[in-house]
Every structure is written in structure tokens, then in C-alpha cells.
Nanobody, 126 residues
Framework: QVQLVESGGGLVQAGGSLRLSCAAS????????TGWFRQAPGKEREFVAA????????YYTDSVKGRFTISRDNAKNTVYLQMNSLKPEDTAVYYC???????????????????WGQGTQVTVSS
């Protein structure tokens, strides 16, 4: 089992920045790929970014490219999502998720992730 705990959410004005953290415990986290997803009220949970076990490979949804950066520190069992130039449409609950293998065909498929955190709220005011 892998336990995931997100933190770092909050209220920020448009154009501002936040850094989310996903702290893991349990099995060797460095063996797992990690993704960030978000869910706005009344909408489905959507993919935001993903990173493989080593941090070499990353993926982003188009709407956050150039603004968000995913990274990881395996020594700290933590994955980060640096969010810059935030927009009101980024408002959502952000979740981190983990799975063993990150594949090009399924990195954005939430159904392929095995472990989930409880989420952290991000609110961007205009």
C-alpha cells in the first residue's frame, strides 16, 4: 500500500503561484509514477500532470503547459506541483495519485492509478 497526503492548497489571486506537495508513505515510493489530477465542482476529475519514478519523464495537459511544473524528491518521498500564473479556471480540488508504471498510452487515465490522496483545495480569485 501507498498512502498519499496532499498539502499546499489555498486561496490565491489570479497571476499568483502555489506549490502543492504530495507526501508518500508505505511501499518504496521511488518505484511509483505519480500524477496530479483536479476536479472542479460539477465536473469530472481531469488529468493535470504526471512524472515517472525517476523524474526524467513528465507529461502535462495542454492548459497548464508552461505554467505548471511537476517534480519529485525521492529522498523525501514527495512529489511537487509548482503552479505559476494561476487562473480562475484552475480552481479545483487537486489530487495526487500513484501507480507502478507510467505509459504514454495511459498516463492521463485516472482509472489506471492505484493510490489516491484526499485532495487539497486550490481557489484562484479573479
Amino acid at each position: 500500500q501507498v498512502q498519499l497526503v496532499e498539502s499546499g492548497g489555498g486561496l490565491v489571486q489570479a497571476g499568483g503561484s502555489l506549490r502543492l506537495s504530495c507526501a508518500a508513505s508505505g511501499r518504496t515510493f521511488s518505484n511509483y509514477a505519480t500524477g496530479w489530477f483536479r476536479q472542479a465542482p460539477g465536473k469530472e476529475r481531469e488529468f493535470v500532470a504526471a512524472i515517472n519514478w525517476s523524474g526524467v519523464t513528465t507529461y502535462y495537459t495542454d492548459s497548464v503547459k508552461g505554467r505548471f511544473t511537476i517534480s519529485r524528491d525521492n529522498a523525501k518521498n514527495t512529489v511537487y506541483l509548482q503552479m505559476n500564473s494561476l487562473k480562475p479556471e484552475d480552481t479545483a480540488v487537486y489530487y495526487c495519485a500513484a501507480k507502478r508504471f507510467l505509459r504514454p498510452s495511459s498516463y492521463d487515465d485516472r482509472n489506471t492509478y492505484d493510490y489516491w490522496g484526499q485532495g487539497t483545495q486550490v481557489t484562484v480569485s479573479s
